[in-house]
């Protein structure tokens, strides 16, 4: 019971703290070093998910196949292919690497 009622309460309490930046700021515009800075989280959080994807801190466990597929698939994003074809093109290059390794 104590568990449940203490999951609630943490809930509530994010709900809360995630309603609140929209309160306070409200309608007025903010700065553009702050602009600036919440457009580079979402960059750096993916940038981050996808190292720890691909082994973290072990890189002797890493597959570089799926690395250089992922950088393929970065590559084609950058050059403005649209998303569902990035990732299809990261897929061939991954695979057709690994069937050159065999």
């Given at each position: 019971?104590?568990?449940?009622?203490?999951?609630?309460?943490?809930?509530v309490?994010?709900?809360?703290?995630?309603?609140?930046?929209?309160?306070?700021?409200?309608?007025?515009?903010?700065?553009?070093?702050?602009?600036?800075?919440?457009?580079?989280?979402?960059?750096v959080?993916?940038?981050?998910?996808?190292?720890t994807?691909?082994?973290?801190?072990h890189?002797?466990?890493?597959?570089?196949?799926?690395?250089?597929?992922?950088?393929?698939a970065?590559?084609?994003?950058?050059?403005?292919?649209?998303?569902?074809?990035?990732?299809?093109?990261?897929?061939?290059?991954?695979?057709?690497?690994?069937?050159?390794?065999?």
């Amino acid at each position: 019971m104590r568990l449940w009622l203490s999951v609630a309460v943490v809930t509530v309490i994010n709900w809360l703290l995630k309603a609140s930046a929209p309160l306070i700021i409200g309608g007025r515009k903010l700065p553009p070093p702050v602009l600036r800075l919440t457009a580079l989280t979402a960059p750096v959080l993916l940038a981050g998910l996808i190292v720890t994807e691909l082994g973290g801190e072990h890189w002797q466990a890493v597959d570089w196949t799926k690395l250089v597929g992922v950088g393929a698939a970065g590559g084609l994003c950058l050059a403005k292919v649209p998303m569902l074809l990035a990732v299809a093109g990261g897929i061939v290059v991954t695979a057709l690497i690994r069937l050159s390794l065999r």
